[in-house]
C-alpha cells in the first residue's frame, strides 16, 4: 500500500451542522428534514430528493447563491476545521508517519479546496471534483486519482461512507476500499450484504493504520 484517498462528507467532514443550517434556511424542523433524507436514502433516492420534497424545483446552486447574496457573512453549505470528526487528524498524521500518500478526493464544489486546505490537515494533496469535471461514482474519476496519487490501483486504498458511491466504484478500479461506519450513508450501507465487499469497515478512521500495517 502506498497511497490513501479520503471521500470527504462524513468520512472527514461531519455534515451536521450543514443540514441544520439547510433546515433553518428552509423553514422546516430540523428533525423532520433528517427524517426526510433518511427516508429517501432508505428508498434509494438521491438525498437532494429532501430538499425537493420541502420545496419542490429546488436547485442546489440557485439556492446557495441566493442565500450567499442575502446573508454574505454565512456560510452556508460551506465547513470548516470545527466540522472535522475528531479522528482526522491523528488518523492521517499516523498514515503520513507510516511513510504513505495522503490523499483528499470527493465529490466536493470548487471553494471546498481552499475550506479543507485552510485546515492545515496533514495530507500530501487535496483534490475536488468540481475542478476535475468528474464525479464519483464515473470511474474516470478513480482513474484521475490514479494518476494523481501516482500509484498503481492495487497500491490505493480509497475511504468513504457510501457503497455506490466509494467502495463499489472503487473497488472496481482495482484498489482497497474502507466502508466508514458513520453518518446517514455510513451506517446504512454498512448493514447491507455489499459491504462484505469492502476490504475493512471502520468505525473510526484511526483503524486504518493497523489494518494496512497488517497488509505489509
Same mark, same amino acid.
Given at each position: 500500500?502506498?497511497?490513501?484517498? &479520503?471521500?470527504?462528507g462524513? @468520512?472527514?467532514?461531519?455534515?451536521t /451542522?450543514i443540514f441544520?443550517?439547510w433546515?433553518?434556511?428552509?423553514?422546516?424542523?430540523?428533525?423532520? &428534514? &433528517?427524517g426526510?433524507?433518511?427516508?429517501?436514502?432508505?428508498?434509494?433516492? %438521491?438525498?437532494m430528493? #429532501?430538499? $425537493?420534497?420541502?420545496?419542490?424545483?429546488f436547485?442546489l446552486?440557485?439556492?446557495?447563491?441566493a442565500w450567499?447574496?442575502?446573508?454574505?457573512?454565512?456560510?452556508?453549505?460551506?465547513?470548516?476545521?470545527g466540522?472535522?470528526?475528531p479522528?482526522?487528524?491523528?488518523?492521517?498524521?499516523e498514515?503520513r #508517519?507510516?511513510?504513505?500518500?495522503?490523499?483528499v478526493?470527493?465529490?466536493?464544489p470548487?471553494?471546498? $479546496?481552499?475550506?479543507?486546505?485552510?485546515m492545515?490537515?496533514?495530507v500530501?494533496?487535496?483534490h475536488?471534483?468540481?475542478?476535475?469535471?468528474?464525479?464519483k461514482?464515473?470511474?474516470? &474519476?478513480?482513474?484521475?486519482?490514479? /494518476?494523481e496519487t501516482g500509484? =498503481? %490501483?492495487?497500491?490505493?486504498?480509497?475511504?468513504?461512507?457510501?457503497?455506490?458511491?466509494?467502495?463499489?466504484p #472503487? $473497488?472496481?478500479?482495482?484498489m #482497497? @476500499?474502507?466502508?466508514? /461506519?458513520r453518518?446517514m450513508?455510513?451506517?446504512?450501507?454498512?448493514?447491507?450484504?455489499?459491504?462484505?465487499?469492502?476490504d475493512l469497515v471502520?468505525d473510526s478512521?484511526t483503524?486504518i493504520?493497523?489494518?494496512? =500495517?497488517?497488509?505489509?
Amino acid at each position: 500500500m502506498r497511497s490513501v484517498v &479520503f471521500d470527504v462528507g462524513e @468520512t472527514l467532514v461531519d455534515e451536521t /451542522r450543514i443540514f441544520e443550517r439547510w433546515a433553518d434556511r428552509l423553514g422546516v424542523p430540523r428533525l423532520a &428534514f &433528517f427524517g426526510l433524507m433518511g427516508g429517501v436514502m432508505a428508498r434509494g433516492r %438521491p438525498l437532494m430528493d #429532501a430538499f $425537493r420534497l420541502v420545496k419542490p424545483g429546488f436547485r442546489l446552486e440557485e439556492e446557495v447563491a441566493a442565500w450567499r447574496a442575502e446573508d454574505p457573512g454565512t456560510p452556508a453549505d460551506g465547513f470548516d476545521s470545527g466540522d472535522l470528526y475528531p479522528d482526522v487528524r491523528p488518523a492521517l498524521a499516523e498514515l503520513r #508517519a507510516m511513510g504513505l500518500n495522503v490523499v483528499v478526493a470527493g465529490n466536493q464544489p470548487a471553494q471546498a $479546496r481552499a475550506a479543507l486546505e485552510a485546515m492545515d490537515l496533514p495530507v500530501d494533496a487535496v483534490h475536488v471534483s468540481e475542478e476535475w469535471g468528474l464525479e464519483k461514482p464515473d470511474p474516470a &474519476f478513480f482513474e484521475r486519482v490514479v /494518476r494523481e496519487t501516482g500509484s =498503481a %490501483p492495487g497500491e490505493i486504498a480509497y475511504v468513504g461512507d457510501r457503497l455506490d458511491n466509494d467502495v463499489l466504484p #472503487a $473497488r472496481a478500479a482495482g484498489m #482497497a @476500499t474502507v466502508l466508514v /461506519r458513520r453518518g446517514m450513508h455510513g451506517y446504512l450501507h454498512a448493514d447491507d450484504p455489499d459491504a462484505k465487499r469492502a476490504d475493512l469497515v471502520a468505525d473510526s478512521l484511526t483503524d486504518i493504520p493497523a489494518w494496512i =500495517a497488517g497488509r505489509r
